[in-house]
């Protein structure tokens, strides 16, 4: 049976170490790219794929996700008192973009126990599952074009990037076969994060997921794997290798732009790449960066 899917899990539960002291009182997905936290640069991708229907899986400490796209009522008097129309409009651009569900993971027990807690929310429908730490320049297709996957094979949907060989043992990385569709491949094995030796290719997956409903009897009865953690790697092997339960896993690859916010340097990296590609911000930055690579020679 198809579905018209139209919800989004974005887990948001971790507790951003990596960026410590800045994440010590302040939610990683709420980070500032440019002048937006990254989480809503993954809440503005679901919409845009037609995903209306979004729900965060938080952890404590996590209340500033709610409020960033709740009303904050004396702001937007303030804005208006003062005639700032255009501020105005992206606070409630970020308030009105989409319906914006909460649960709490409790326990962390990894991404795979995170997209269980989705469960209730999600019932017996295909959904989408968005990590935080990966933005995907939206002018490029990704998201939409898994949805047609899956919707044309009823099948598990995720996303992959060739990577370097030396990056490999960073991602839960693919065995592939090819398929009529230069962009898609069918996915036959996966492993979580392999040393480069074992590695069965380069195929990366990526923070985006389509998924059947499946995935979470399978998750239910998948053991801890790599670092201790409920992997969702390993119930998506389980799907490889068994197609008959949901029409086994198939891959998009992606060769579009895509920015890595989970790390501090390639955090900073995607913030000069999205603002020199603005309008506002690129005249003036582009010139002033050159003038800065000249001084570091």
């Not at 899990?9 to 170490?17: D, E, F, K, S, Y």
């Not at 799907?239 to 339960?245: R, T, Y």
Request: charged share 25%.
């Amino acid at each position: 049976m198809a579905f018209t899917i139209t919800k989004a899990v974005i887990p948001a539960a971790g507790l951003g170490t990596r960026f410590l002291p800045a994440t010590k009182a302040m939610p990683k997905e709420m980070l500032p790219v440019v002048d937006k936290p990254a989480i809503q640069y993954v809440v503005e991708e679901a919409v845009a794929a037609g995903l209306t229907d979004v729900l965060m899986i938080t952890g404590r400490n996590k209340n500033a996700l709610e409020n960033h796209f709740d009303r904050v009522g004396e702001l937007e008097a303030t804005l208006l008192m003062k005639g700032d129309i255009e501020r105005l409009r992206k606070v409630n651009y970020a308030t009105d973009l989409a319906e914006v569900h909460y649960v709490r993971q409790g326990d962390p027990k990894g991404l795979g126990h995170a997209v269980l807690r989705a469960r209730m929310h999600v019932g017996h429908e295909p959904f989408a599952v968005l990590l935080g730490d990966d933005i995907i320049d939206e002018r490029d297709v990704l998201l939409s074009r898994m949805l047609e996957e899956q919707g044309k094979r009823n099948a598990t949907i995720v996303a992959l990037l060739e990577v370097d060989p030396a990056q490999v043992h960073m991602y839960g990385i693919a065995t592939v076969e090819a398929t009529e569709d230069d962009d898609v491949v069918r996915i036959t094995g996966l492993v979580e994060k392999p040393s480069r030796e074992t590695a069965p290719s380069n195929y990366a997956i990526i923070g985006r997921y389509v998924l059947q409903p499946e995935i979470f009897d399978i998750l239910e009865h998948t053991p801890a794997g790599k670092g201790g953690e409920i992997q969702l790697t390993d119930a998506l092997q389980t799907l490889a290798a068994n197609p008959s339960i949901a029409g086994g896993v198939y891959g998009v690859v992606f060769r579009g732009r895509r920015y890595d916010t989970g790390d501090r340097l390639d955090y900073i990296k995607a913030i000069v790449q999205l603002a020199v590609d603005r309008d506002d911000l690129g005249p003036d930055l582009r010139p002033w960066l050159k003038d800065f690579a000249k001084n570091l020679e």
